[in-house]
């Protein structure tokens, strides 16, 4: 903690003011007010600083009594010491400012020594004060709590206690979401809580120990917790009913009560994280085995050093597959541990270890090294690589060296960037939005292609899709699985993400594709790769140099129509079937029709330029010519869906303005439809 050592003089005398900096400027930042009106503005602006005040009592404006009545009513103000100036010795004002809760007193004009002896001792005592008694909620600090746990402990050896500790779910987003004050006050409404909760025991001891971390220490009963932990969670409930406020709490029985009660907490906080974002879950009891997976986490802690130095990490690569094509078209590095005694360990046993603490950074670093490598083996080898991703952790993003680091990395091996692609994960593009962009930008500037990663895994909002300049998103298959039973609703999310995804620009990487109707299904809704244990499971560098090699030996394995491939490369917005397309000068709909259900997919630039959007046309105008025309086309979406030719179709558009409608059949998946429809205008032989 910074000492405070600003004092704040309030006199109205220049003349004694000057007289009183001089002496005292050598030890301490003196500020001064000419009046209680003054000073109380300068508390406002700078109360975190000022250790102590040395008031004067007869002033103009506001004199000292005045300023002491104001002073009183702020909490904000309660550990500051007062020293009062008195020019006579009169009992009535000194009692008067003792009731107002002033710390000392001088006699003016001042003996300098003997003031500054006097602010040396008030200012000790309230730093005795300040470390023993929490200034926003006036509970026990940690170092009082823990010392007066200790003393209940020797007090009382036939009791068993239980040490909680308790905080609140996601107490930093209600400080954002609506500010320090009301963070504030629901702490302080909570400390009130504790005090109520204490009148029921006869021995209990609690504190706040930092933030929104708070420790009681109680006789052990399962219904004393009970009762406690009910009695929070209804409390915090209460406090702020917009937002829903839940308290996790972690308990260690005391057993061994020898141990130092830093270590009694540990076990609680332990405990603690076992209900932490579980909806309903609020105590957590500590148990042994706790204690052996965190035993186990601080070795793989310790032990990665060693295992970067002697290469124990391995780069496994998981090919990503052109759906339209069905071939490979590059990989991920997905990091892999060879440990010599444990065997392979999976990045889900080490990476959120990594994570917690910033170590990942270091391995992130390491595999992107390890992967520039690669590519430049296999340039030598005089192959021309397609591109690999790495993952790249969010403390990378917030390194201010990472341009440098990976500009540095692709000159070491002389390699194009564009090999090198980066995977971000979605939920740190929420964070600093405006960091992200910047970083993005410069790593566009360098060439490198940015992933955003695990899309739908987190607070995604398509939103974000079209403020961040990615050009790839990644989204993983657990997205649709997450809410099964929803009646395929996330199956309707799913594509209209990467339709959304599509209109933007930014080709789609399915993630997590396990079964074949998964790949037909994205096939239909467009998706253009795919990644996943269908295709091919992460693997060693060599098996999947193998792998592509034998996909370069068959040539033409792709089991697609042609006609299918078309309709796939429609969906590439940079594909030149899709340029094409656009160019054509014929207006043409995109139309998937699926068990007599109708949905427009894509038009060409002519398309809406002369049919449904042109620019006179309102919204209400769109929709009852879309209607109209599917209305029109129901019949020959029916008669082709049941094998046959349809007749072509006359529509009059505007008045005199007509054009013939041909619908033609691009592509069938099991039972969806895509449908071609193309408008030749007919007015002139009308
Ligand atoms: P991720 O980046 O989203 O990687 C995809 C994960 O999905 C990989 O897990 C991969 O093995 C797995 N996966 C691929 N296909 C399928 C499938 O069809 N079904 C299922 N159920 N899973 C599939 P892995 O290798 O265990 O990695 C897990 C996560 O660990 C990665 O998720 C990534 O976030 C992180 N990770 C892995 N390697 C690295 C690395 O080098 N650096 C960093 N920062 N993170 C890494
Ligand atoms: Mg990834
Ligand atoms: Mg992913």
């Known amino acids: 903690m910074v000492s405070k050592n600003t004092i704040l003089i309030v006199d109205d005398e220049e003349v004694i003011k000057k007289a009183l900096m001089d002496v005292l400027d050598k030890d301490y930042d003196v500020i001064s007010a000419a009046n209680g009106k003054e000073a109380l503005d300068t508390l406002e602006e700078r109360h975190g600083d000022i250790a102590l005040i040395v008031l004067d009592l007869i002033m103009p404006i506001m004199d000292g009594f005045e300023f002491l009545a104001e002073f009183r009513k702020n909490d904000a103000y309660d550990n500051i010491p007062i020293i009062v100036a008195t020019s006579n010795n009169d009992d009535d004002s000194e009692l008067k400012c003792l009731e107002y809760g002033v710390w000392d007193f001088v006699m003016k004009p001042y003996n300098p020594l003997l003031l500054q002896f006097r602010i040396k001792n008030a200012m000790d005592k309230s730093r005795m004060i300040m470390a023993e008694k929490d200034s926003v909620t006036g509970l026990y600090t940690k170092v009082k709590f823990y010392r007066e746990v200790r003393q209940l402990l020797d007090e009382e050896p036939d009791q068993t206690f239980a040490f909680m500790r308790f905080d609140i779910d996601r107490f930093k987003m209600i400080n954002n979401f609506y500010g320090i004050k009301e963070g504030d006050k629901i702490l302080k409404s909570i400390a009130k ?89 609020t105590v957590s009891y500590y148990d042994e085995s706790m204690i052996e997976s965190m035993r186990k986490e601080q070795s793989i802690i310790n032990e990665v050093n060693r295992a970067i130095e002697e290469e124990q990490f391995v780069v496994y690569l998981q090919p990503k597959i052109n759906l339209v094509t069905e071939r490979s078209y590059g990989a991920e590095a997905l990091v892999r541990w060879k440990h010599p005694e444990r065997g392979m360990i999976s990045p889900g046993e080490f990476i959120p270890v990594y994570e917690k603490n910033g170590i990942i950074g270091r391995l992130d670093q390491y595999m992107w090294r390890h992967v520039c490598m690669l590519l430049r083996k296999w340039m030598d080898e005089g192959i021309e690589p397609n591109p690999v991703s790495v993952n790249v952790s969010r403390v990378n993003i917030y390194n201010p060296h990472l341009i440098k680091i990976l500009k540095n990395l692709i000159t070491e091996f002389k390699i194009p960037a564009h ?91 399915v993630e997590g594709v396990e079964t074949l109707s ?169």
């Open 419 to 509: 090999l090198l692609n980066l995977e971000i994960t979605e939920s740190a593009f929420m964070e600093d939005q405006d960091l992200i962009m910047k970083k993005m930008s410069e790593l566009h500037k360098l060439g490198f292609k940015i992933m955003m990663d695990d899309f739908g895994s987190g607070y995604s909002s398509l939103n974000i899709l079209k403020d961040m300049e990615v050009d790839y998103l990644k989204v993983d298959m657990k997205f649709l699985q997450q809410d099964q039973g929803f009646n395929g609703k996330g199956e309707k999310v799913l594509t209209s993400v990467i339709r959304m995804a599509k209109w933007l620009n930014m080709p789609s990487i």
């Open 193 to 281: 809580e504790l005090r109520r909760i204490a009148t029921a025991f006869d021995k209990i001891l609690f504190g706040r120990l930092e933030n929104d971390v708070f420790a009681i220490c109680l006789p052990y009963k399962e219904e004393n917790i009970e009762l406690v932990s009910n009695a929070l969670q209804l409390h915090v409930k209460k406090v702020n009913k917009d937002y829903n406020i839940k308290v996790s709490c972690g308990v260690y029985v005391i057993t061994d009560r020898n141990m130092d009660v830093s270590e009694m907490y540990d076990r609680a906080f332990l405990a603690a994280k076992n209900c932490k974002g579980k909806y309903v879950q």
């Open 518 to 686: 998964q790949v037909d299904f994205l096939k239909c809704i467009g998706a253009e790769y795919a990644q996943g244990f269908y295709f091919a499971k992460p693997m060693p560098v060599e098996e999947y140099e193998k792998f592509v090699a034998k996909e370069r030996e068959n040539k033409c394995v792709s089991p697609v129509s042609e006609n299918e491939v078309i309709v796939n490369e429609l969906w590439n917005t940079r594909s030149n079937v899709s340029l094409l397309f656009d160019i054509l000068d014929t207006p043409i709909a995109i139309y998937e029709y699926r068990k007599s259900k109708v949905e427009l997919l894509r038009t060409n630039k002519k398309y809406d330029e002369v049919i449904n959007f042109d620019e006179d046309i309102d919204d209400e105008e769109y929709k009852r010519r879309l209607s109209e025309q599917i209305d029109l086309l129901m019949d020959a979406f029916e008669t082709i869906d049941k094998g046959d030719i349809p007749n072509p179709i006359e529509y009059e558009l505007t008045e005199d303005v007509w054009y013939q409608i041909t619908v033609k059949l691009m592509g069938r998946r099991s039972d969806t439809n895509i449908m071609m429809v193309t408008f030749t205008n007919i007015s002139q032989y009308k």
